[in-house]
């Protein structure tokens, strides 16, 4: 787990509802992966 990782937890408990483009934007990640990193974290 690196300090990406951990800013999108953070959003995320920040906001558990938050949609993955606005995650994405949230840490300066694309999208796909946003979304990449996340499925990992689950």
């Excluded at 993955?20 to 934007?25: E, G, H, I, K, S």
């Amino acid at each position: 787990m690196d300090d990406t990782d951990r800013k999108m937890l953070r959003a995320l408990q920040g906001d558990g509802r938050m949609t993955n483009a606005d995650l994405a934007r949230a840490v300066n990640l694309s999208e796909s992966a946003c979304l990449r990193r996340l499925r990992a974290l689950e």
